[in-house]
C-alpha cells in the first residue's frame, strides 16, 4: 500500500499522494470491502479520507452524494466514480473487481456455515452485536459528513423533513423524496435569486 500513499517523514518531494493505479485501486477497495462487514461506509470514509487520503472530505461526500442518486449500490457507484478518475476505465474495473472478489468467497463460505449452525443461540447473539456494531459505525460516519458541510437553515430543514417523514411518520421513501426533492430546489433556486 506504500505505493499509494508515501510513508510519514518522506522527503518534501514525494510529499502529495500519489495517483494509484489499478492495482492500487483494486488493494484499496479490496481492504475497504474486507473491513466493512455490515457496512462499508464507514470503512470507505476512512480509507479514501483519512488513512490514503486519496479524497478530501468534500469531495467524498459529493462523490457519495452523486453514486446515491445513481441506480445500483452506493460504494459500487463510489468505488467506479473513483477508479475511473485515478485510472480511467481500468481503474473503474480494479476497483468493482477490488469490492466484489474476496467477499463475494467469504459471503460463500459464510453462508455455507450459516446453513449449518445458524440456529444456534451463540450464532444469533453473535450477528445481533454486529448489527448494533455497524449502526454505530454508519452513525459515527454520518456525523463525520454532516460535519464538513455547510450549516444552512435551508438544508437543515430538509434533513429534518427527511427525518421526520421517514423516521417517525414511517412514510415509504418515494413520498418524502416527492416533498422534499421539489423543496429543495425551490429553496435554492429562491437563494440564487
Known sequence: MSDIV??????????????????GLFLVFNQIALCGFGGTLPWAYRILVERRKLLTQKEFTET??????????????????????FAGYPGTLAALFGLMSLP??????????????????????ALGGMS??????????????ALGLP????AISLVLTGFIGIGLMRWPLLHVLAIAGPLGVWLAWRERR
Open 6 to 23: 508515501p510513508e510519514p517523514g518522506s522527503s518534501p518531494a514525494n510529499s502529495t499522494p500519489r495517483s494509484p493505479g489499478p492495482l
Open 64 to 85: 457519495l452524494a452523486l453514486g446515491q442518486i445513481l441506480p445500483g449500490p452506493n460504494l459500487m457507484n463510489l468505488g467506479a466514480m473513483v477508479g475511473h478518475r
Open 104 to 125: 463475494f468467497g467469504i459471503i460463500i463460505a459464510i453462508g455455507m456455515a450459516y446453513r449449518e449452525f445458524g440456529g444456534l443461540a451463540l450464532v444469533q447473539k
Open 132 to 145: 448494533a456494531v455497524a449502526f454505530g459505525l454508519i452513525i459515527g460516519t454520518g456525523l463525520k459528513l
Open 151 to 154: 450549516r444552512h437553515w435551508r
